[in-house]
């Protein structure tokens, strides 16, 4: 069964960087467009960037365009944001899924654990 750990975010100051990590097991996921998306309390969650398969096309919502960067090894069936220049509004719990192609919109219910991060002075 497919699990998704993702990992690497934590407290950071307004204007720092951090870099998310997502570790897929149980299956590759190296065929898959992957999406980062992100969800506050209350809120529905919201999708941040995806990456297609092959690494060569992405997409970022516009709140984080020029700031976050979405990569992926397959071969370590992994999956990364950079984050630079983090503003507060980016607090929230990241999580990675697979995504429709060129969306960030998950074809699948499939979710980890999440991440939080929050970025406050």
């Known amino acids: 069964q497919l699990q998704l750990v993702e990992s690497g975010g934590g407290l950071v100051q307004p204007g720092g960087s951090l870099r998310l990590s997502c570790a897929a097991s149980?299956?590759?996921?190296?065929?898959?467009?992957i999406g980062w998306l992100r969800q506050v309390p209350g809120k529905e969650r919201e999708g941040v960037a995806c990456i297609s398969g092959s690494g060569d096309s992405t997409r970022y919502t516009d709140s984080v365009k020029g700031r976050f960067t979405i990569s992926r090894d397959n071969a370590m069936n992994t999956f990364y944001l950079q984050m630079n220049s983090l503003k507060p509004e980016d607090s929230a719990v990241y999580y990675c899924?697979?995504?429709?192609?060129?969306?960030?919109?998950?074809?699948?219910?499939?979710w980890g654990q999440g991440t939080q991060v929050t970025v406050s002075s």
């Open positions: 149980g299956g590759t996921l190296g065929y898959y467009a």
């Open positions: 899924t697979p995504t429709v192609p060129g969306m960030m919109v998950p074809l699948y219910n499939y």
